[in-house]
């Protein structure tokens, strides 16, 4: 039997999929500029919202845990776009059909919600600077590498989470509930707007479970709103890692891609 | 020779027909989404969770605008259920080529959609009365005003829904309105809180009007005669304004003479 490629010599058999996907995620926030403004306000609003009812000294933590929120709020758009496609759309078992690996969607799919959450990053990361300036707090070298890191490791995994769950949701409907009540309760169970220690102890030992805690405790320390050694920076960077990783195994192992 | 028999006209509702029909189907349909409800709560207890954590005196005050915010976002579902209606399923055109008039079609998503999530709200608004100790009279002030605040939160929401296109674009829009709404201007936390320039504002925002004057009952915060009667002329207008706009807005996007 003759194979793909003899039947169709046309066929592509590789592709872009990081600028591909760069190019929906464009042309999506160009067509709706709200898609943009939402994820840069909302944790604004919050902030605005914190720095009425907490300690002014807070502020630069409270700036760092809307930086890694927004972050993590990929996982939400990402399994918005993604369930959308496959339910709505029925694209997906074109992309299946196509060259694109599972692996380059999840990438380009996270790579084109990024796009719409950058303008958020950057005005954050400005005011963090300016704030932590102010308060003795500056944005050093060492901080911005852990704040690249943490950022990082939330996208993919966050990312992961997302479109592991939208292989799995059977209706539209299904699309916001379920995005609401994942990543803002694995947001509000992380220490990102307050410190660890403000916790009551069994929800601090909840917290240790999830990767957000030692990114916010990664970054906090770096920062030096949250004192920790140096060996302490490393073991969280270490557990970050690590539990970004296993993270990582479940959603793969729960992500759905074609028939099999 | 054969001929087809006259078409019987549709007999006319009179106004507001189909409402409780329509209301007790939209009921049936939203019991069946047991994770939608179980979200409904989830932005009000994250920032309970914040004033608890961060500012405990504020518990109080606090809870009394979750309930005020719970009822303010009940239009957000409205949105989403008569967007989901008419994009996804297209079956508005269905529902509206019956005797249901336009207005019983936009009061009974409403209607439904209150009847099946006002268990929680209720559970906020027992929790507000124990924490905050409300008397009879100011709990049956937090009953009514929530009220208002559904009834045009949902009149906002249905003629917003009527704009929409794009399902996918829906939660970035309906998201934005309702945090700028309810979570920005005094609702979770005192008005005194609130920058002085900008207070005439929020006693014109209906949820943090109604938070202000359930406020100024329990003593968290003082309201001149002037402001009182800006937040309950904004309040009660708006709503009636709103409303209105939304059954005459429900009457003309209906297709077809």
Redesign the interface.
């Known amino acids: 039997m003759a194979s793909v490629e003899e039947q169709f010599p046309d066929l592509p058999t590789s592709g872009r999929a990081i600028p591909s996907f760069g190019l929906v995620g464009w042309r999506w926030i160009s067509r709706?500029p709200?898609?943009t403004?939402?994820p840069v306000?909302?944790p604004f609003?919050?902030l605005?919202?914190?720095s009425?009812?907490?300690?002014p000294s807070?502020l630069p933590l409270e700036i760092v845990g809307a930086m890694l929120f927004t972050m993590q709020n990929i996982g939400s758009w990402v399994l918005?776009?993604s369930a959308?496609w496959r339910i709505?759309c029925s694209l997906q078992d074109m992309f299946v059909a196509s060259p694109l690996s599972r692996l380059r969607y999840l990438f380009g799919v996270a790579f084109s919600n990024l796009i719409a959450m950058i303008p958020a990053l950057v005005v954050l990361l400005l005011l963090l600077t300016w704030v932590g300036g102010m308060r003795g707090h500056p944005v050093t070298g060492l901080v911005l590498l852990t704040l690249f890191v943490s950022l990082f490791t939330l996208w993919i995994l966050f990312s992961s989470i997302g479109i592991a769950i939208s292989s799995r949701v059977r209706t539209?409907?299904?699309i916001?509930?379920?995005g609401?009540?994942t990543f803002?309760?694995l947001?509000?169970l992380s220490p990102l707007?307050?410190p660890l220690s403000?916790?009551p102890p069994i929800w601090q030992d909840a917290a240790r479970f999830l990767p957000t805690t030692y990114a916010a405790l990664l970054v906090q320390g770096a920062l030096g709103v949250t004192p920790a050694t140096p060996t302490e920076m490393v073991l969280y960077a270490g557990l970050l890692g690590l539990c970004a990783l296993v993270g990582l195994v479940v959603c793969l192992r729960l992500y759905r891609w074609g028939e099999a | 020779m054969r001929t087809d028999p006259p078409a019987t006209p549709i007999r006319q509702s009179r106004p507001f027909g189909g409402t409780t029909a329509f209301l007790w189907t939209e009921v049936l349909v939203q019991a069946h989404?047991s994770?939608?409800m179980?979200?409904s709560m989830?932005?009000q207890?994250?920032?309970l969770?914040?004033?608890y954590?961060?500012?405990p005196g504020?518990i109080g005050v606090a809870l009394i605008g979750a309930v005020l915010f719970s009822a303010f976002t009940l239009g957000q579902r409205v949105l989403?259920e008569a967007a989901?209606i008419r994009i996804?399923h297209k079956a508005n055109d269905l529902y509206l080529a019956g005797p249901m008039t336009p207005e019983g079609y936009f009061l009974g998503i409403a209607g439904g959609i209150l009847v099946v999530y006002f268990a929680p709200i209720a559970l906020l608004g027992t929790l507000a009365v124990l924490v905050a100790h409300l008397s009879l009279t100011t709990s049956l002030a937090l009953l009514g005003l929530a009220g208002l605040v559904w009834l045009f939160a949902a009149s906002i929401g249905y003629i917003f829904s009527t704009f929409f296109r794009d399902?996918?674009?829906i939660?970035?829009?309906a998201?934005?309105f309702f945090?700028?709404f309810g979570?920005?201007p005094p609702v979770?936390?005192p008005l005194g809180?609130?920058p002085v320039a900008l207070r005439p504002v929020a006693l014109l925002m209906p949820p943090s009007a109604a938070a202000a004057l359930l406020q100024s009952q329990i003593g968290a915060t003082t309201l001149s005669t002037g402001q009182t009667e800006l937040a309950l002329f904004g309040l009660i207008a708006e709503t009636v304004l709103v409303f209105l706009c939304a059954i005459y807005w429900a009457r003309r996007t209906v297709r077809g003479p």
């Open positions: 709706n709200a898609v403004i939402t306000l909302i609003i919050f605005y919202f914190l009425l009812i907490s300690p807070l918005g776009d959308t709505e539209q409907r299904e916001w509930p379920v609401n009540l803002t309760l947001g509000m707007y307050y403000a916790l | 989404e994770l939608a179980a979200t989830v932005t207890t994250v920032l969770v914040f004033v954590i961060l500012n504020l989403n989901y996804d399902n996918r674009a939660w970035a829009y998201s934005l945090n700028v979570v920005l979770f936390y809180f609130f």
